[in-house]
């Protein structure tokens, strides 16, 4: 869709963006992710997930942190490093996209937590919702600057991400008992 609305160009420095961005933490997130099923499936009985939630987010936040604000306040120099000069105008979408990376890439990593408990329906739900966000922001907002579009999409998004933690740890309580 983004490139029908903001053309090729646009569309190309997205991807860029998302590549630099969120390909290191979504590599962390996936290690996490894999890491927190197979040692959460052995402790569902015990009814210690919870726990190990929170150790999963806590590791993820104190990872991930120093590379999503070198990200953020430093985007010129990761994307010349990364790029090259060429690509310049893919630091002007990276302070967006960073910190919605950052909160979807810890997110995610505990996501399976809804599987262990047979409530799959969840995440799907979450991810269609999520997949909406970016239709509905184009149809209100194809008229204005695409930087304009990421912040929205990056904070509204991001508000998705920290209601689906907030939404998790309520809801493994009321699962384990």
């Given amino acids: 869709m983004i490139p029908s609305y903001y053309g090729a160009g646009v569309a190309g420095s997205y991807f860029q963006a998302f590549r630099v961005g969120y390909f ?3 590599m962390l997130a996936t290690a996490a992710s894999q890491f927190f099923f197979a ?3 052995r402790l569902k009985l015990a009814g210690d997930i919870k726990i190990l939630m929170v150790k999963v987010h806590l590791l993820m936040f104190f990872i991930m942190l120093p590379y999503c604000i070198f990200v953020s306040f430093w985007p010129d120099v990761v994307v010349s490093l ?3 000069d060429s690509w310049m105008i893919v630091a002007d979408y990276l302070p ?3 910190w919605f990376f950052f909160i ?3 997110a995610s990593s505990t996501s399976s937590v809804f599987y262990l408990y047979r409530r799959g329906w969840f995440e799907l739900f979450f991810n269609c919702l999520l997949a909406a966000i970016p239709v509905v ?3 209100f907002l194809f008229e204005k600057d695409f930087s304009f579009y990421l912040l929205w999409y990056s904070i509204l998004s991001g508000v998705c991400y920290l209601y689906f933690l907030v939404w998790t740890y309520v809801k493994c309580d009321s699962l384990e008992r």
């Fill in 24 to 26: 290191p933490m979504s």
């Fill in 39 to 41: 040692r959460a499936s």
């Fill in 82 to 84: 990364v790029l090259g």
């Fill in 96 to 98: 967006f996209l960073s």
């Fill in 104 to 106: 979807s890439s810890i």
């Fill in 137 to 139: 922001l184009i149809v």
